[in-house]
């Protein structure tokens, strides 16, 4: 049905999967009845995406509440690598991926640079009392933020972690 199919191209606009240009064409097509032949823009590049605009058979919501939510996984050893390797696998396949991920990182970098701070602060006396308390601090807000993260892209938002040192600039892409 042709509403179905300008809704799906809607989609993957919205998602950075089209520009629009790639859109307007595409539309134009399935308006005028071409839908035999594929534009370039809907091959696979790789097999991740497919034409309804998912990331690796996933919505792209869904993918991205999951990569921001991974982070919850920090304490496991899973939990450092699975948001990484989300984003490695989902990158090229969509800028809102691509533009969460590198979100993901920064904080997640961050997060590891407060930490060693927090950790050699607590070896002095004086530290121990600024130290403690920031190690404590960051405990609760490496559990809060993902989730607040996970929530806002459930909503098609991207979440900026505040207090995230800009390692990549999510917005240069």
């Given at each position: 049905?042709?509403?179905?199919?300008?809704?799906?191209?809607?989609?993957?606009?919205?998602?950075?999967?089209?520009?629009?240009?790639?859109?307007?064409?595409?539309?134009?097509?399935?308006?005028?009845?071409?839908?035999?032949?594929?534009?370039?823009?809907?091959?696979?590049?790789?097999?991740?995406?497919?034409?309804s605009g998912r990331i690796c058979g996933v919505e792209p919501k869904i993918w991205l509440t999951l990569m921001h939510a991974s982070q919850l996984l920090t304490w496991t050893a899973v939990g450092v690598v699975a948001p990484?390797?989300?984003?490695?696998?989902?990158?090229?396949?969509?800028?809102?991926?691509?533009?969460?991920?590198?979100?993901?990182?920064?904080?997640?970098?961050?997060?590891?640079?407060?930490?060693?701070?927090?950790?050699?602060?607590?070896?002095?006396?004086?530290?121990?009392?600024?130290?403690?308390?920031?190690?404590?601090?960051?405990?609760?807000?490496?559990?809060?933020?993902?989730?607040?993260?996970?929530?806002?892209?459930?909503?098609?938002?991207?979440?900026?972690?505040?207090?995230?040192?800009?390692?990549?600039?999510?917005?240069?892409?």
């Amino acid at each position: 049905m042709i509403s179905d199919e300008i809704e799906r191209l809607v989609q993957l606009r919205n998602s950075g999967s089209l520009s629009e240009d790639e859109f307007l064409q595409a539309k134009q097509r399935v308006l005028n009845g071409q839908t035999a032949e594929r534009p370039a823009f809907f091959q696979q590049t790789s097999g991740m995406t497919d034409v309804s605009g998912r990331i690796c058979g996933v919505e792209p919501k869904i993918w991205l509440t999951l990569m921001h939510a991974s982070q919850l996984l920090t304490w496991t050893a899973v939990g450092v690598v699975a948001p990484f390797v989300m984003w490695l696998l989902s990158r090229d396949q969509s800028r809102e991926a691509n533009r969460h991920g590198l979100m993901i990182l920064n904080w997640m970098l961050s997060s590891l640079v407060y930490f060693v701070v927090a950790g050699l602060a607590c070896f002095t006396i004086v530290g121990f009392v600024i130290g403690a308390p920031m190690f404590a601090v960051l405990v609760v807000v490496n559990i809060v933020f993902p989730i607040i993260g996970a929530l806002q892209a459930s909503s098609g938002q991207l979440w900026r972690y505040p207090f995230t040192i800009n390692f990549f600039d999510p917005d240069a892409i």
